[in-house]
């Protein structure tokens, strides 16, 4: 891949690229593009950006009186894109136009803000999220005329409902069979394959996740925050795109379907010293975990705004769906060693590694924006570390058995229930983030989640007929 200008006008040259697609992700965290000329692609482009973007059409930007803004390529995200012959593309960073500067609302703006922060405190970080997905056949969706009535049909190959004969997956008994009863194994494997060859990912493995109706995951070797929130979002676009040629539909929505497991983004995290040299997070000599007492710092900080993260880290409507008690998903906030009832779990697979000294943060699902949420979470870790916020005791029991007494006792909070609990909770315990979170993007996001739970609260939902009908 390019590391310079220079390198990406050769690479075009080299691949006979006639078309650039400059990519940026809005403050909701979806990927957006603007497909230009090769023949625009020079030098100009490349120091100054490429000015044609309108922000007052982008959610979360810009208004319409001040919407010129320019898109500066980043030369080491410049690939090919296989499905398309001739096109390469590249991430961007946002700008103001006239030359104002960079865009404060440009989430990946944010990203590169917390680790020139957590530079200047001494240390750097790493993330390793485990990337959940459904790939359905196909989805009937009905809501052109929501006064009518609204619904939808999930279409399956793999599922009990779908099945007419074939293999199938029942619910909740999805995690590692073998194929044929697997039967997207090889959709994966080419999504897999396509971030190997195009996208320079290295991944660590791929497989059947625990639903049915065709629930996979893909996981890829930990980075820099920046480095690995460009890689949640690339990997997004090629799965979609691989499950599009095959004339199916890839979704990371956290619940699309009732009654099996949710779709999850567990993000695993370290923290290290500046020159990457040492974990902090590692003591050998530590009986529990091996989890030094920075470490507890660390997930003290998380835990402690665990309930403002997931405005963030679980941030749609659809999250809270998924967060609940009996599908594996984190309901209560608490840290243990390898019980993934708990939010924070310190994976012990193997003793005296200290590169794989890392927690485990379940509650984040891919619905989030990746540059927003690592950053908040980087930002909550240092919180811990700054104010040795101690994490308490870690709980090994499985804390969905616990009686809510037992857990009042433990000192075991909960997660918030919905979207709007969750918001609340951020405007009241935001200060931890302003180091890197200006007020602008700040404001900005929580009135447009405050926007989009106010817009799907005044939907009737199918199950309410079923429910209240006869009232």
């Known amino acids: 891949m390019p590391s310079s200008p220079e390198d990406m006008l050769k690479f075009l040259k080299d691949n006979k690229i006639e ?67 001739g096109v390469a593309r590249v991430i961007t960073k946002v700008f103001w136009g006239e030359g104002k500067g960079r865009f404060e609302r440009d989430p990946r703006f944010i990203a590169e803000e917390a680790e020139k922060y957590q530079l200047s405190q001494g240390y750097t970080s790493f993330f390793g999220p485990e990337m959940e997905f459904f790939i359905f056949d196909k989805i009937d969706l009905d809501v052109a005329t929501p006064q009518r009535g609204t619904g939808y049909k999930i279409i399956a190959r793999e599922a009990p409902w779908q099945n007419s004969g074939g293999f199938l997956i029942r619910y909740k008994e999805g995690y590692y069979p073998a194929p044929p009863v697997d039967q997207l194994m ?45 890689k949640v979002q690339t990997l997004k676009y090629v799965v979609k795109n691989v499950a599009a040629k095959h004339g199916m539909v890839a979704t990371f929505m956290p619940k699309p379907m009732f009654g099996d497991n949710g779709t999850g983004m567990h993000t695993h995290f370290s923290l290290w010293t500046a020159d990457g040299k040492k974990n902090l997070m590692y003591d050998p000599n530590d009986e529990y975990a091996e989890i030094s007492q920075t470490g507890r710092y660390v997930i003290g900080g998380i835990l402690h705004h665990a309930r403002a993260l997931s405005a963030i880290v679980s941030a749609s409507v659809n999250s809270y769906r998924r967060l609940v008690p009996g599908f594996e998903a984190p309901v209560y906030v608490a840290w243990s060693k390898s019980n993934r009832s708990a939010i924070i779990r310190v994976p012990s697979y193997y003793k005296g590694i200290e590169k794989a000294k890392r927690i485990e943060y379940r509650a984040p699902d891919p619905s989030c924006n990746p540059y927003l949420a690592f950053a908040a979470i980087l930002m909550a870790a240092l919180d811990g570390v700054n104010k040795k916020i101690d994490p308490g005791d870690p709980v090994d029991e499985n804390i969905y058995h616990l009686t809510p007494e037992k857990r009042k006792q433990l000192g075991i909070k909960e997660l918030p229930r919905s979207l709007d609990e969750a918001l609340d909770e951020l405007e009241s315990d935001k200060e931890f983030l302003k180091p890197v979170f200006n007020s602008s993007i700040l404001d900005t996001y929580i009135d447009l989640k405050r926007e989009e739970a106010k817009t799907l609260q005044m939907y009737p939902h199918p199950m309410e007929l079923y429910y209240y009908l006869d009232s």
């Not at 060859?197 to 996981?219: L, P, R, S």
């Open 19 to 85: 078309w650039v697609d400059l990519q940026f992700t809005d403050v909701p965290g979806r990927l957006h593009h603007i497909t230009i000329p090769a023949s625009e692609f020079d030098e100009n482009t490349i120091k100054t950006g490429f000015g044609k973007l309108d922000g007052s059409s982008i959610k979360g930007f810009t208004m319409i009186y001040e919407s010129d803004m320019v898109l500066l390529p980043v030369p080491e995200t410049m690939t090919l894109i296989p499905w398309t012959p």
């Open 186 to 230: 090889d959709v994966r494997l080419e999504a897999v394959e396509t971030l190997v060859k195009y996208f320079g990912f290295t991944i660590e493995a791929t497989h059947h996740e625990v639903a049915t109706g065709g629930q996979g995951e893909i996981d890829f070797r930990f980075s820099t925050l920046t480095d690995t929130a460009d």
